[in-house]
């Protein structure tokens, strides 16, 4: 996605940001599958917080914050995935300071 960075941080996590700010959280669990974790939206977030294969994301939405965590899930979800990948950029871009949208390019139409 256009301006992000990956950088390695956190007990050896993929962190994915933009502008600094992260928006996906790529890891391992302990069986050796792969979790990545992503902001939502409230309606995301609440129609996902349940459904099979996903959960709110461990220490995040313990505090509040609107993130999920896909664990577990069939690779028939992977559009799926893209799809909350780009929100959560997204989400996160908006978030930005209007100066820094400005100066990435994004959220000017």
Not at 34 to 52: G, I, V
Not at 81 to 96: M, N, P
Request: one cysteine or more; charged letters at 25%.
């Amino acid at each position: 996605m256009p301006h992000s960075t990956h950088v390695v941080q956190w007990g050896n996590c993929d962190v994915w940001k933009i502008g600094g700010k992260v928006f996906a959280i790529g890891g391992w669990q302990k069986n050796n599958k792969p979790a990545f974790t992503f902001k939502t939206s409230e309606h995301n977030f609440n129609a996902l917080r349940d459904h099979p294969g996903y959960r709110p994301a461990p220490y995040l939405a313990s505090r509040g914050m609107k993130w999920i965590q896909q664990y577990e899930a069939p690779d028939s979800d992977d559009d799926n995935l893209k799809y909350y990948l780009h929100e959560s950029y997204r989400i996160v871009s908006l978030g930005l300071t209007k100066k820094l949208q400005k100066e990435l390019g994004l959220n000017q139409d």
